[in-house]
């Protein structure tokens, strides 16, 4: 999960599809965007607490 407090992100426009070619050449493409996103996201046990605090918001 992205929460709003990670701001701009390589996401924001909308949904992307990560695209694996079998060429050397566009191998590092693909995984720029996802590598960013992955790095600004909460952990699984941070992503828990954040649902967990939503709902209870409810």
Known sequence: ML???AGAHAGIMGSFVLFSFS???????????FDSLRSS???ASESLDL?????REL
Do not use: E, G, N, Q
Not at 23 to 33: E, Y
Not at 51 to 55: D, E, Q
């Open 3 to 5: 929460p709003f407090s």
């Open 23 to 33: 060429t050397a050449a566009f191998s590092d493409v693909a995984c720029v965007a």
């Open 41 to 43: 996201a909460l952990s």
């Open 51 to 55: 649902l967990t605090r939503v709902i």
